[in-house]
């Protein structure tokens, strides 16, 4: 079979590219022609090496002239990579690859990674569209895309060769919570920075870790220091390799407003973290609906923090969240999450029938 991973760019912390870049190099290494084509990015040594053709293609610009080299770029790079299948992570990939599809006749995969993106209706160019969890496949349904069209394919970070295999443990103060995500406001950390300050007085001894960068940064550095804990809050900033954070914390909390599946969930699952979480989207999918961390209700500090006490006052809870999220963690090797897309894309050609 022959593959194209096709995105708008390239960059590193992006949570498509790096979904894209793993479905690539799983997929080439078992066995099938596999070719990237996004813009720049620090991948393409990683791609290249695990034989992955690399194509540069760039849609971030909207002039009329690099507009025109887009165009250009996409019918050059399919007759270099002759794809059956083109799997596009992003609107505008999934758009150019629709324009092109008579003329070549490959087939389209799309994947619905934001579906709070009002542009994410578009992606039903695709011949099937994949969504990261059943929560965002009921939201596009809804939104008008054909049931049949659907197929809920969750994403996995197990096995990832985008990090070095070893890495260095940060030193971090005990307890230890913290959360990996950007800083704008759909994440809610304002939330968190809160729910920290309403339990710091009765846990003297906790500290809360902020990795991520983003608009917001110096906002919620300010909103740190007014809390009278800033001394506790910490900003790591933009860290490509979260690991060395994720496996010194002792407590993961993602208090989104909006997240369709987040990988930092489960890499934070994967580093043995208390998870917990906020009851929206793809979240409480993500944590086994409870069974592998805590749901809290989002837009919501006093609900997080009466979860951050619970954690942190009972051992026995922390070891049962623990226990839950071990017990299911292997459902998430990329292994096995290239091999549902392997099975769609045959399911396309003819070959055999897709499976969720």
């Known amino acids: 079979m022959r593959i194209l991973h096709i995105l708008n760019h390239g960059e590193d912390g992006n949570g498509h590219v790096n979904v894209a870049v793993d479905l690539a190099s799983f997929q080439r290494q078992a066995g099938h022609a596999v070719a990237f084509a996004g813009s720049g990015g620090p991948y393409k040594p990683l791609l290249k090496q695990n034989g992955v053709d690399c194509y540069e293609f760039d849609l971030r610009r909207k002039s009329f002239k690099t507009a025109l080299k887009a165009l250009r770029d996409y019918v ?3 007759r270099a990579s002759k794809p059956d299948i083109v799997h596009a992570h992003m609107v505008g990939a999934a758009l150019i690859a ?10 389209i995969v799309c994947t619905i990674h934001n579906s709070f993106d009002k542009q994410a209706r578009l992606m039903s160019v695709g011949n ?3 969504a990261v969890s059943e929560a965002v496949r009921k939201q596009m349904v809804a939104r008008g895309i054909k049931p049949e069209k659907m197929l809920v394919i969750k994403n996995g970070v197990i096995g990832t060769h985008r990090l070095s295999p070893t890495f260095e443990l940060k030193t971090l103060q005990k307890p230890a919570i913290g959360t990996v995500c950007g800083l704008h406001p759909r994440k809610g950390v304002q939330d968190l920075i809160k729910a920290f300050s309403l339990v710091a007085a009765k846990h003297p001894t906790s500290h809360l870790y902020v990795v991520g960068g983003g608009p917001m940064q110096s906002e919620y550095e300010e909103l740190a220091r007014e809390t009278g804990f800033g001394d506790r809050i910490h900003f790591a900033g933009f860290q490509s390799d979260p690991r060395p954070y994720l496996y010194a914390l002792d407590i993961f909390v993602l208090a989104s407003h909006a997240d369709p599946f987040p990988l930092a969930v489960l890499e934070a699952r994967a580093a043995g973290c208390v998870m917990i979480g906020t ?5 409480p999918e993500a944590l086994d609906f409870g069974e592998a961390g805590l749901i809290a209700e989002p837009k919501d500090p006093e609900n997080l923090a009466a979860q951050l006490d619970a954690v942190l006052s009972s051992a026995d809870t922390r070891e049962k969240l623990k226990e839950g999220s071990a017990r299911t963690i292997d459902e998430f090797k990329l292994e096995k999450v290239s091999d549902r897309h392997l099975r769609l894309y045959s399911s396309l050609l003819g070959e055999s029938p897709a499976h969720s």
Not at 98 to 106: D, E
Not at 279 to 283: E, L, P, R, S, T
């Open 279 to 283: 009851n929206v989207d793809g979240i």
């Open 128 to 130: 099937r569209v994949v």
């Open 98 to 107: 629709k324009l092109f599809q008579p003329v070549f006749g490959y087939k």
């Open 76 to 78: 050059s790079l399919i």
